[in-house]
């Protein structure tokens, strides 16, 4: 009998790429989505396979399952900030009652459950790198408090449910992911700046462009969720790639990648907007034995072939 996994999120950037590594791992795949920021032509070469199942459905609403459940991944969330600033009540609708009936899920099927939370837990931080030990710098009344706040009670209550019922939890502090599937409009800077580039347009960096990022390719963070999920540590654990850059040398990396003649424009910067994030990985080098292997330059590499197949015009035979 396959081990049986509940992905929400299915439909999204790191939902679909799960649901791969899963059905790649010989699991059978429940994906659940209500296609609020994802597209289901990212998992749409999944509907053949006989073991993978699709759910349209809102998570913030009562979530039922038929049949065993050995795992949970909880993914669905609005994740980008121009998605989530468009979105705020279904965010956090998302972060507190999507994750409460995940957990009451979890808690039922005795299913391990594994949340997806962000680097953006330490808000405008203080403290650089961030090791997991650091509580955060967050405003939560400011515009980006809806994504920071939900994901913040998220991690709260699955402690709780894991303090107060046993239930075996598992938290992910997701640093910058990249690659393929990332939605070209979802205001993130990656996307931002390659179809800028492709379209020959302005790249906009925001601010001076002196804050930092550090990406990390969606291969690398799938495998360390996956060790994660098989481990038996119930504390959040950061996954990211500690290799930082600033906005606007990110921004010339990507004019010299694609080769174009776009310049840099500057917009004002988003209020709140974190001046420097780093993940500190001592956590999952030593527990995991996990850390990055893909440099950025070979990740955007293979993200541009995505955006440039995405930005062809449909051949019409
Ligand atoms: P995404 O927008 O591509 O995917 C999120 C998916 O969740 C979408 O398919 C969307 O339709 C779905 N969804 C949203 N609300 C839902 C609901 N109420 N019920 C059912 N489905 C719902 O974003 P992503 O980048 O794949 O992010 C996935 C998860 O990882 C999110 O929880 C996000 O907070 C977290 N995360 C991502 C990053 C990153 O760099 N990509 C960083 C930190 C954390
Ligand atoms: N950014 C930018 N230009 C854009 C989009 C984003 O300069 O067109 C900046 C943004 O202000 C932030 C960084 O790039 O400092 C990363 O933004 P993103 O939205 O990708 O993720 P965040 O880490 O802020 O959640």
């Not at 899920?105 to 405008?124: F, P, Q």
Request: one cysteine or more; glycine letters at 8%.
């Amino acid at each position: 009998m396959k081990k049986r996994v509940l992905i929400t999120g299915a439909a999204g950037f790191l939902g679909s790429h799960l649901c791969d590594r899963f059905l790649a791992e010989g699991f059978h795949v429940i994906g659940m989505d209500n296609l609020l920021t994802g597209n289901l032509e990212n998992i749409e070469h999944l509907f053949p396979n006989p073991d993978f199942e699709f759910y349209h459905h809102d998570v913030s609403k009562f979530v039922h399952v038929p049949g065993e459940l050995h795992y949970i991944l909880h993914f669905a969330s609005p994740a980008s900030p121009i998605d989530y600033l468009k979105l705020p009540i279904q965010t956090l609708k998302v972060g507190a009652m999507g994750t409460h009936n995940l957990l009451g899920l979890a808690k039922a099927k005795k299913a391990r459950i594994l949340v997806a939370s962000t680097s953006e837990v330490y808000g405008d931080p203080e403290v650089h790198p961030q090791p997991e030990e650091y509580w955060g710098h967050v405003n939560p009344i400011g515009p980006r408090g809806v994504y920071d706040e939900a994901k913040r009670y998220q991690e709260a209550i699955t402690m709780a449910y894991h303090r107060v019922h046993g239930l075996e939890t598992r938290i992910v502090r997701i640093f910058n992911t990249y690659g393929p599937r990332m939605r070209m409009d979802d205001g993130r800077v990656l996307p931002a700046f390659m179809s800028q580039a492709l379209r020959g347009e302005d790249l906009t960096v925001f601010g001076d462009g002196s804050q930092t990022r550090s990406f990390c390719y969606v291969d690398d963070l799938i495998e360390g969720i996956f060790r994660l999920l098989m481990s038996d540590y119930p504390y959040p654990m950061n996954i990211g790639n500690p290799e930082e850059i600033t906005i606007k040398e990110f921004a010339e990396e990507i004019i010299r990648l694609t080769g174009s003649r776009s310049k840099i424009s500057y917009r004002p910067l988003p209020q709140d907007d974190p001046k420097q994030r780093r993940p500190d990985i001592s956590k999952a080098r030593k527990i995991l034995g996990w850390e990055p292997k893909v440099s950025r330059s070979e990740g955007l590499r293979c993200t541009l072939e995505y955006f440039k197949a995405k930005l062809q015009p449909t051949q019409v035979s």
